[in-house]
């Protein structure tokens, strides 16, 4: 255990005129932790996301995130420069629909490698030997680095926008409904993958689903929101197995059993 | 001898809010201890809330009152109010529990399932998988399934790759959820076998056992939970 927490979110509201995307939203997140953010659609778990990854300004609240030299910094209050240099080296940002995190148009081993770039390798064979052994990861055919994600299926896309975001070894992840869209069987493949990934690799990971099922799978900490609050959070298998308030019970009770 | 688990004045009940709130008493007033070296076993009917104790002990139930305090690194620490990330933590090295029923992750082989516990306390993956073969080859697991995801093995193997998970530590306290009841005789023996060697350890050990012959071998005491049931009282 490390005795300081990776992030510090500290009452956190988002309002959008009069409407509430998220409000007074507080937790920490510790190094190597996996936190699922669930509810239905419109209940702020996105809004909160991009809140806390930056890319979109709270109204109120602030967060903290421990830098890796140690110091703290409050994300709100850094210059633009700094907050893309942190999304494009220690964090990574995987969206529920791929086209929207990679670049459609170039090859999958750029896509890859272009985050490289970004922390400064200039040595092409490096990089292009990097890309390729991140595809390997991902369970992407070497053979397919020329070609563009256009011509990749859903399921490859997403675990290609998967080795984009790990590969310079980032810190922190944020996932947007990963699973969503995808069929099941290519699901469980993903899953298994991504949690794969996430121990080995020590990461902390934010995961916005309303996949209970998922959530299980990965989290180690669950919060449920429902019209911009979080109403419930706890372990995550305190919460599934054991839901307190209305809403949550509702949810688990919803799971269709196979 | 020491003690490793204390349970005191805990009370537990499930508020059905979409059943118009109506509430469930599962136990009242749970008091008893376990201390190191010991094994005991938890008895009474079924849907007394056997079950309901071990897993509010793992954290996985909240409790509405009551302390359950562990001693987990030379400290102690009460699972009731305990934060998640401190739970998780007396989990990975102190309090360990072997379930009903395994809960199977599509694509991981039964070895690195039954590794995993070590891997996660930062043993090395090569070691951490022998330590898996041994308790495999113990509890007669056919040496063809090792590499093979469990989830299409029989209720029988796949309740002794659990067992193999939850033994493979050296945690104080193990909490054992009938891990023998889709066993043969055979393999029964093997974990009376295996859960007096934790006694021997000075692990401390809290049972459901129905198989009668099981709960002899390995039962230093019975707690009736029939004692802490609210319905006794109603009735």
Same mark, same amino acid.
């Given at each position: ?13 988002? =309002? ?10 507080? /937790?920490?997140?510790?190094?190597? @932790? ?20 930056? $890319? ?5 609240? &602030?967060?903290?995130? *421990? ?14 420069? @700094?907050?893309? =240099?942190?999304? $494009? ?17 170039? &090859? %999958?081993?750029?896509?890859?490698? @272009? ?13 292009? %030997? *990097?890309? +390729? ?19 990749? +299926? ?13 590969? *310079? ?23 298994? !993958?991504?949690?794969? !990934? ?20 990965? &989290? ?11 109403? @419930? ?26 | 001898? %020491? ?7 805990? /009370? ?20 008893? +201890? ?11 009917? +079924? ?27 030379? #400290? ?25 029923? !395994? #809960?199977?992750?599509?694509?991981? &082989? ?18 951490? #998988? ?8 113990? !509890? ?26 939850? /033994? ?46 099981? #709960? ?11 004692? /802490? ?7």
């Amino acid at each position: 255990m490390t005795d300081a927490p990776l992030l510090k979110v500290n009452a956190v509201s988002k =309002f959008y005129g009069q409407r509430i995307g998220c409000k007074e939203v507080s /937790f920490d997140l510790w190094p190597g @932790e996996v936190l699922a953010i669930v509810g239905e659609s419109g209940s702020g778990k996105t809004t909160l996301l991009n809140c806390i990854s930056t $890319r979109l300004l709270p109204t109120t609240g &602030s967060v903290e995130y *421990t830098m890796r030299d140690g110091s703290v910094r409050d994300l709100y209050h850094m210059s633009e420069a @700094e907050r893309r =240099f942190l999304m $494009r080296t220690d964090w990574g940002f995987v969206h529920q629909n791929p086209a929207d995190g990679l670049r459609m148009t170039v &090859s %999958a081993g750029a896509n890859v490698g @272009e985050r490289l770039m970004a922390v400064g390798n200039r040595h092409y064979g490096n990089i292009r %030997a *990097t890309a +390729s052994d991140w595809l390997t990861r991902v369970e992407i055919s070497k053979d397919r680095i020329d070609d563009a994600p256009r011509a990749f +299926s859903g399921g490859m896309r997403q675990r290609l926008q998967i080795a984009r975001n790990l590969v *310079t070894g980032p810190r922190l992840v944020f996932m947007d409904e990963p699973t969503g869209g995808l069929d099941v069987s290519v699901q469980a493949r993903l899953l298994d !993958l991504v949690r794969g !990934l996430v121990n080995d690799l020590g990461l902390s990971a934010i995961i916005v689903t309303h996949d209970l099922a998922v959530a299980r799978l990965l &989290s180690h900490r669950m919060m449920v929101m429902k019209d911009g609050h979080v109403i @419930e959070h706890g372990l995550t298998d305190r919460v599934l197995d054991d839901p307190r308030e209305p809403y949550t019970q509702l949810l688990v009770s919803s799971i269709l059993q196979v | 001898m %020491a003690t490793s688990l204390v349970v005191s004045e805990v /009370f537990k009940s499930f508020t059905m809010h979409l059943r118009d709130g109506i509430k469930l008493p599962v136990v009242k007033d749970v008091n008893f +201890s376990v201390a190191s070296g010991e094994c005991i076993v938890l008895g009474g009917p +079924s849907g007394i809330g056997k079950s309901s104790i071990l897993k509010m002990l793992y954290g996985n139930y909240a409790v509405d009152a009551g302390q359950i305090l562990v001693s987990h690194h030379g #400290r102690i620490v009460d699972i009731a109010t305990a934060d998640p990330r401190t739970v998780l933590d007396v989990r990975r090295h102190t309090l360990g529990y072997v379930s009903q029923f !395994l #809960r199977t992750v599509p694509r991981v &082989s039964a070895l690195d399932v039954v590794a995993e516990p070590l891997v996660a306390r930062g043993v090395v993956a090569e070691e951490a #998988r022998q330590s898996a073969s041994a308790l495999l080859s113990q !509890l007669n697991l056919p040496k063809e399934l090792w590499g093979l995801p469990p989830a299409t093995f029989s209720g029988g193997e796949q309740q002794r790759v659990n067992i193999a998970r939850g /033994f493979i530590t050296d945690h104080s306290i193990l909490l054992l959820d009938e891990p023998t009841a889709s066993l043969d005789a055979r393999n029964r023996r093997v974990v009376v076998e295996m859960i007096a060697e934790k006694k021997q350890k000075g692990v401390a050990l809290l049972g459901i056992f129905h198989d009668e012959e099981v #709960r002899e071998a390995v039962a230093g005491r019975i707690l009736d939970v029939m004692q /802490f049931s609210p319905r006794k009282a109603a009735a």
